[in-house]
């Protein structure tokens, strides 16, 4: 995709290069984002201006919406389809609308299972120890899933182990944000302060067994998996054969997401044809189709559903693996901004988490899996797990010694800047570092307020926040008198001295829930430079947006 964009960037093309070419752009989007769509709406600009025909109105989904994206999409089908067929009729001979009634007809699953005997494998792998036998299953694993992204992200960049589970939170005040360490137990990898460590999680091992009791799976066979038309065996690019045969259960284990996400429709259409309890059958196949999709969104993603409670409430199902594999989601990393500076603790990796629960319409309890089971792990277990773990870059770029900072991070966005102010206190050996404004928000002074002796310490004496060297700690309780205060509150109290630091050339980093907050934040700094610049909000705005191209002006934000 980014090859094509960049194809179609190029400044020789001509206007009317796609001049008699007819296309349609759907996107999927969410709403709670700043940049809601972006992509489809810029490549559908693109596409119109060299010169090629809409066959009808982009269309763009929405996450938000009540019945997710698909309640966009089904009437955009249903407008493409009489387009076409107004195009030309030959498209559809028997009209747009024309269904077909054998519900047997069903694609064949694209990937397949091969079942191996014991004594055909190698089993030198199964004698490994214990940290290297983790490794090699991981990425056996998922290098054969259909959901994996690309090979590299097979194999762990490393694997860590739990020796600090706190919690940042008062008993009992509502919420649970807990503060993770872990030390490296194989290769130590170098990060910086803004990455982000990507953590596959671990299920719960009595679901594991009911889904496969309930599809009816032998958790000691021996498998592998491929793509329909290609060969088992497959090599890495360092050679190594990550399709040797596994065992299902571990199969199941590292690369399904069988207990936490929700399937989609297709999933359920799918099941239809599998169905032989007929009254299953026919709720399966309205769930599918486009007049049952808000009474599947109220029974599957408002309920968020998992696959194994989807499977138990239709027993009548028996979906070949094959299928089971194609279409059960993917299970996938959890990414966390890292809250630790590696020079503050070298081989050590810190996590600010906020564990995920919740209660669904129907009152029934949720909870996110990889907080939950992070939040369950026993440092002082001897025997604890393993955790596959990779790491990447950030949005939120180092910031040099000498660049002043604002700094805007509410809740358990203030992760990736408790790492900011480690390394720039760390570095800042003879006082020369330039100063940090940070910008905290949550509910209550009691509660909630993460880190508060860290960031107190190092506002005091000199530190990276003290007002003395030009910076500041300004904290917003939401909920600790009767008007909200918020960060966004704070930042226009400090008006002037927010403004004196952009003047000297200050970066500003946002970090944090992505429904209001950025664009709060924005609304602010319009507000502030407009006032202290003496411009009208206009100007303000496009002042902001140079900081942004400049790269001074920094979000990391997420739903």
């Not at 070949?320 to 996938?332: G, I, S």
């Amino acid at each position: 995709m980014k090859s094509f964009w960049k194809y179609l960037l190029q400044r020789n093309i001509a206007k009317n290069w796609l001049e008699g070419v007819h296309y349609a752009v759907f996107g999927l989007g969410d709403s709670g984002y700043q940049k809601y769509n972006f992509v489809a709406k810029k490549l559908d600009r693109r596409i119109s201006d060299l010169g090629a025909t809409a066959v009808v109105e982009r269309g763009l989904g929405d996450d938000q919406h009540p019945s997710g994206y698909e309640g966009a999409l089904d009437p955009w089908m249903s407008s493409l389809w009489n387009m076409l067929y107004q195009i030309n009729p030959k498209f559809f001979p028997n009209g747009p609308d024309f269904v077909i009634s054998d519900t047997k007809l069903i694609n064949q699953p694209k990937f397949q299972i091969t079942y191996h005997e014991i004594d055909e494998v190698d089993l030198q792998s199964s004698s490994a120890p214990g940290l290297d036998h983790v490794l090699m299953q991981t990425g056996r694993a998922r290098s054969m899933s259909p959901g994996k992204v690309s090979h590299i992200k097979n194999i762990p960049d490393c694997f860590l182990k739990m020796i600090k589970n706190q919690p940042l939170c008062r008993a009992g005040c509502g919420k649970d944000v807990r503060h993770f360490e872990f030390e490296f137990v194989s290769s130590i990898i170098e990060y910086r302060v803004g990455d982000v460590l990507e953590v596959l999680p671990g299920q719960d091992p009595a679901a594991v067994d009911a889904f496969l009791q309930c599809c009816n799976l032998n958790p000691e066979s021996l498998i592998t998996v491929h793509p329909i038309g290609m060969e088992s065996r497959h090599c890495d690019a360092e050679g190594n054969d990550y399709k040797v045969p596994i065992k299902l259960k571990t199969f199941v284990e590292l690369t399904m997401d069988i207990a936490s996400a929700s399937p989609r429709r297709y999933f359920f259409e799918v099941m239809s044809y599998f169905a032989t309890a007929e009254h299953e059958k026919e709720r399966l196949q309205y769930f599918a189709s486009p007049e049952g999709r808000d009474d599947l969104y109220q029974y599957n993603q408002k309920e968020r559903r998992t696959v194994l409670e989807v499977l138990e409430d239709f027993p009548s199902v028996q979906m070949p693996f094959e299928w089971l594999v194609q279409l059960v989601p993917p299970l996938k990393t959890r990414a966390f901004s890292i809250s630790s500076s590696p020079s503050a603790h070298p081989n050590q990796v810190h996590l600010t988490v906020n564990v995920v629960s919740w209660t669904t319409p129907f009152k029934r309890k949720r909870a996110g899996l990889c907080s939950t089971w992070l939040a369950g792990l026993d440092p002082q277990d001897g025997m604890g797990a393993y955790i596959p773990a990779w790491f990447g870059k950030g949005s939120l770029p180092p910031p040099p010694l000498s660049i002043p900072l604002v700094l805007v991070g509410p809740g358990t966005g203030c992760a990736p800047f408790r790492g900011f102010v480690e390394e720039r206190a760390i570095q800042d050996v003879s006082g020369s570092a330039a100063p940090i404004m940070f910008f905290f928000g949550c509910r209550n002074q009691e509660n909630d307020f993460l880190y508060k002796d860290f960031w107190l310490s190092h506002a005091e004496n000199g530190g990276p926040l003290s007002v003395a060297r030009g910076g500041g700690l300004y904290v917003a309780f939401s909920r600790d008198q009767p008007q909200k205060v918020y960060v966004q509150h704070k930042m226009r109290e400090q008006s002037q001295r927010v403004w004196n630091l952009l003047v000297e050339g200050a970066s500003i980093y946002v970090s944090g829930s992505s429904t209001k907050m950025p664009s709060d934040v924005m609304s602010a700094l319009e507000e502030i430079i407009s006032k202290e610049a003496g411009v009208s909000r206009e100007t303000a705005v496009l002042q902001l947006r140079r900081l942004e191209k400049d790269g001074r002006y920094h979000v990391e934000a997420w739903s």
